[in-house]
């Protein structure tokens, strides 16, 4: 099974940017679909971007979408997926997780350890 294991994460001044990477740990990507989730101190985990493995095609929820601070995508050749965040702020200071989706239905299959991101103001 496929383990997804996050780096990237700090901490970073409001404003600011960072990118995370999530490298496929026991096999590839390639059966898999993948997404970025966050939880923030109480409140729960959320999806912020998945990625359909096989082409590329990259979806947001309602809630990030209309912003185009977050940005997922893909490198096959290193199977890794990343996560480009911009125009950082306070709300975005959370655990970030990768995660393998199932191709169909898009559910988690299995989850990274997570990584901090912290933005201060």
């Known amino acids: 099974q496929v383990q997804p294991v996050e780096s990237g994460g700090g901490w970073v001044q409001a404003g600011g940017s960072l990118r995370l990477s999530c490298v496929a740990s026991?096999?590839?990507?390639?059966?898999?679909?993948a997404g970025w989730f966050r939880e923030a101190p109480g409140k729960e985990r959320e999806n912020v971007a998945a990625i359909d493995w096989s082409n590329g095609a990259t979806y947001y929820p309602d809630s990030v979408e209309g912003e185009g601070r977050f940005i997922i995508s893909r490198d096959k050749n290193k199977n890794t997926v990343y996560l480009q965040m911009n125009s950082l702020n306070t709300e975005d200071t959370a655990v970030y997780y990768c995660a393998t989706l199932r191709v169909q239905g898009w559910s988690p299959v299995s989850w990274g350890q997570g990584t901090q991101v912290t933005v201060s103001s």
């Open positions: 026991g096999d590839t990507f390639g059966n898999y679909n």
